[in-house]
């Protein structure tokens, strides 16, 4: 073989292996950005890259609110638009500017500039932090439930409400919350990685009187002592948590999951004991939370659809004593007891572009031998909600759950709001 012409072709060879190497460095370079901005038919793209990142700013317009990715991983600014990005949180600033707030306009050529020229990235230096507003606004069952919103800046001044939150300050207990699932976004959300821990619960001062506190007051021992003191029987205690099954044990179970919403900060949000109920965790991981998955994907089909989802809880579970006594569960014993455990959790899906919606309900009651059972309280019609396939719904170990009409579940858990719509059950 001619060894100018085997030389030629090694060269060539390393010249193309040299290419590819320096694409793959370009690419693994601009996946480490935070958030890149390029021209797509003059409109200014904001990727948000491929795994979750805490220190992602808010972006808002003031016509158009809060922005988030819709259709992939990216969030489109309109040309011509001016947006607002924020880095909410003490001591927070955008990096490569001290300041916490920036107003950017989508130029024709399909960037964001400032007003005047200088450096910026669309990053914060710190993670962000949501805001919680308390108000007088009355809501739910209880004179003592009043409305809080767990949110964000919007450039008007206001908070855009990601979460509505119906609480009860006597009883340190959740009605129910509120929320929306954007279904342009719910393929493209942000999902755990295993380097990057999940949120820790903020008690914020709602739960600050209680001791021991909140959080101990989750932990499967302090479970156990406080049955134990209500239900005067420590081996009854330990029949209830862990006795029936290896997660026997009551779990902070999200009223507002963190999974219906796109970016990590939205997700980290929701980790308040005010979005949180007492829920075995059997069921949390059961049923229930095939329940959780399937409204998402039914946000998502048969074309993304935005589905407004409340959550909440009726009644006080109550367990047999030594004396076949029913005692009311509280995981805060005192002159008052607090956070009761719900013996309903309940979660309702709506869509008010169509006006219908679909009630689902879950028996908040521990598996015991023999099974424990009760009559549905309305008549259920899970046969007609074809969107949602338990394996075993009825299966005291998963969680029993059925379906009802918003009107009817309404007439008896009184604490549902009334501007859910109830036009027609929501079947397919």
């Avoid at 694409?23 to 021209?39: H, K, N, R």
């Avoid at 399909?110 to 919680?132: A, V, Y």
């Avoid at 340190?172 to 999940?198: K, M």
């Avoid at 003191?229 to 999951?257: F, I, N, Q, T």
Wanted: with cysteine; glycine share 6%; aromatic share 10%.
């Amino acid at each position: 073989m001619d060894p100018y012409k085997l030389g030629t072709r090694a060269s060539a060879t390393c010249d193309a292996i040299g290419r590819i190497i320096r694409t793959l460095t370009i690419i693994f370079v601009l996946c480490q950005v935070p958030s890149v901005y390029t021209a797509q038919n003059r409109n200014c793209i904001v990727a948000l890259g491929p795994y979750p990142n805490r220190h992602f700013p808010v972006i808002a317009t003031r016509t158009r609110g809060i922005l988030f990715p819709a259709g992939n991983r990216s969030i489109v600014i309109q040309k011509k638009e001016t947006v607002r990005v924020s880095c909410p949180g003490k001591n927070n600033s955008i990096v490569g500017q001290n300041v916490a707030t920036l107003d950017l306009s989508c130029k024709e050529s399909g960037r964001l500039e400032l007003p005047h020229s200088s450096t910026f990235t669309i990053n914060c230096t710190k993670e962000i932090d949501e805001s919680l507003n308390e108000t007088n606004i009355h809501c739910g069952s209880n004179s003592n439930s009043k409305k809080i919103y767990i949110g964000w800046p919007l450039p008007n001044g206001g908070t855009f409400h990601q979460v509505e939150v119906c609480f009860n300050y006597l009883k340190l207990a959740t009605e129910y919350t509120l929320h929306t699932i954007i279904g342009d976004s719910v393929p493209y959300r942000d999902r755990d990685v295993s380097w990057q821990g999940r949120a820790s619960f903020k008690q914020d001062k709602f739960f600050s009187e209680l001791s021991p506190s909140i959080a101990s007051s989750y932990t499967k021992e302090k479970q156990k002592e406080t049955l134990t003191a209500l239900l005067g029987s420590r081996e009854r205690a330990e029949y209830y948590v862990g006795g029936w099954g290896p997660s026997s044990y009551l779990a902070k179970g999200h009223l507002s999951p963190d999974a219906d919403f796109a970016l990590q900060s939205w997700q980290d949000a929701t980790y308040h004991f005010i979005n949180v109920v007492p829920q075995w965790q059997e069921f949390n991981n059961g049923n229930w939370k095939v329940l959780e998955n399937a409204i998402r994907v039914k946000a998502t089909r048969p074309s993304p659809h935005n589905l407004v989802v409340y959550t909440g809880t009726f009644g006080v579970l109550q367990l047999q004593d030594i004396n076949r006594n029913e005692i009311p569960f509280y995981l805060s014993l005192g002159p008052k007891n607090r956070v009761p455990v719900p013996k309903y959790i309940w979660k309702i899906a709506s869509n008010p572009s169509r006006n219908e919606s679909v009630a689902f309900v879950l028996l908040n009651h521990p598996a015991t031998t023999p099974p424990y059972s009760e009559p549905p309280v309305c008549q259920d019609v899970c046969n007609r909600i074809h969107w949602v396939t338990w394996k075993a719904r009825n299966d005291v170990h998963k969680g029993v759950m059925y379906c009802c009409s918003v009107p009817e579940l309404r007439r008896i858990f009184t604490n549902i709001p009334n501007n859910v719509p109830v036009g027609k059950l929501m079947e397919s």
